[in-house]
């Protein structure tokens, strides 16, 4: 994705078949196609330890609702 300016966006987000958990957070886009998403919150509510946090996990998609810009 070639963006001519860095995309910083807030909005709220959310796993397909979760719509009811929405998660607020932060949507970066750098040239080049780098995507960093920073969330307020866990996709995942059930997770038990900390070092549940830290073990990668597949996302294959998340929807998420940014201002000014609607649904991505």
């Known amino acids: 994705m070639r963006v001519e300016e860095e995309y910083v966006k ?3 987000f959310w ?3 979760q719509d009811e958990n929405k ?3 932060i949507i970066t886009i750098k040239n080049g ?3 960093e998403l920073e969330v307020v ?3 995942d509510s059930n997770v038990n330890k900390l ?3 830290n073990s990668p ?3 294959n998609r998340i929807i998420g609702l940014i201002e000014d810009d609607g649904l991505a």
């Open 23 to 25: 998660i607020p957070g």
């Open 57 to 59: 996990k597949l996302l």
């Open 33 to 35: 196609g780098e995507i």
């Open 10 to 12: 807030t909005g709220f």
């Open 41 to 43: 919150g866990l996709f």
């Open 51 to 53: 070092s549940d946090l």
């Open 15 to 17: 796993l397909p078949e």
